[in-house]
């Protein structure tokens, strides 16, 4: 039974200070004591768009735990409001709180197409998948609004530039024009995220998210137009969906993705506090257990940074949700294989051959 203090079609439930400011400030009990008396919204729930001015959008990618070499983010801080996200703690550096906020104020980088640009045709520049999404959703609600996304997909396309793209959102059906002539090149690849068959699942993990249903529908609809999925089955959360991975796995092959990936659940930084204050609002009969085996995954901790084992985990449970997502390949992708995108034309476009047709 959730808590009756559950903040509704969100997925933090606080807003925990920021680790890198040295005032903290606190919404006092007395303040919202007031304004239920006299008929006031302390807290309205709505989201804030405010625009930042960056100079370079496409970052290098350190980490060998992550299958790319470069990414960019058109936005920070996500609406969906999954409590699981490793990104929600990048929402510090611009001096918020990892919970409420990364949720509810959104920051715009208007300036993304023309900063991209810039990269995509300077002459030191060399082609390299440059994955759209790589800390937050390019499709979440807020490209509706301001169409980011689809602007530099535009770029991409002019450039001959190969490019990925990670989602949960069918918003991305809206761009398929623009994905069909990528992939007439061998120029994108699309990552969908599923991360459990349960829309009741799906509605406490990830609140603001497109159903599970269109979801399936959009992995199907890409791959009709030989655009290439991968499926996300990521993350993996013993005892919330760690029984589904075959299921999934199976759900996913039938509408044709080629593959699928698979993680488990690390709660780095100021997510392990989000999480668990929000497990015990949400799932409060089975908060215990839950948090005892994602630590049994990461070395008696919720979180984990070792390069190489923070995103797989060890230990038993660990290796039995490996076993089942091999046993899942075996099953269900025999003979398929996600293709490499293609990286040559890029050159020849900046050379003038390409123009020249």
Not at 203 to 219: A, M, W
Not at 259 to 284: E, H, Y
Request: aromatic letters at 8%.
């Amino acid at each position: 039974m959730q808590s009756k203090n559950y903040i509704k079609g969100r997925g933090a439930q606080n807003n925990p200070a920021n680790r890198f400011l040295g005032q903290v400030y606190e919404t006092r009990d007395d303040f919202l004591e007031f304004c239920r008396l006299e008929g006031e919204v302390a807290d309205n729930n709505k989201t804030q768009y405010l625009p930042i001015f960056p100079k370079t959008v496409v970052n290098k990618v350190n980490s060998p735990d992550v299958g790319m070499n470069y990414s960019m983010n058109p936005y920070q801080g996500c609406e969906h409001g999954c409590i699981y996200c490793y990104a929600r703690n990048s929402h510090e550096f611009w001096g918020y709180s990892p919970g409420l906020d990364f949720e509810r104020k959104i920051l715009i980088k208007k300036a993304a197409p023309q900063l991209l640009e810039a990269k995509l045709s300077s002459k030191t520049w060399k082609a390299a998948t440059i994955v759209l999404s790589g800390n937050t959703d390019c499709y979440q609600p807020a490209e509706k609004k301001f169409g980011i996304t689809r602007a530099c997909l535009e770029l991409f396309l002019k450039y001959k530039h190969p490019v990925g793209i990670i989602t949960k959102n069918a918003l991305i059906l809206r761009d398929l024009d623009i994905l069909k002539e990528l992939t007439k090149d061998g120029l994108v690849g699309v990552n969908i995220s599923v991360t459990s068959l349960s829309d009741a699942t799906r509605r406490i993990l990830e609140p603001r998210t497109v159903s599970i249903g269109k979801r399936l529908e959009t992995i199907k609809i890409l791959s009709d137009h030989n655009i290439p999925v991968n499926a996300m089955l990521a993350p993996i959360i013993p005892g919330i969906n760690s029984h589904e991975i075959l299921n999934l796995a199976k759900a996913v092959s039938d509408n044709g993705a080629l593959s699928f990936a698979l993680t488990v659940v690390r709660l780095n930084g100021a997510i392990g506090q989000i999480f668990t204050d929000w497990i015990k609002k949400t799932l409060p009969d089975k908060a215990e257990k839950v948090l005892h085996q994602i630590e049994s995954c990461h070395g008696g901790d919720l979180s984990d940074s070792r390069f190489g084992v923070r995103n797989k985990g060890e230990g038993h449970i660990a290796a039995q949700l490996h076993e089942m997502g091999r046993l899942a390949k075996q099953r269900y992708f025999k003979g398929r294989e996600f293709p490499k995108l293609n990286k040559d034309l890029h050159a020849q476009y900046k050379t003038g051959q390409l123009r020249l047709f």
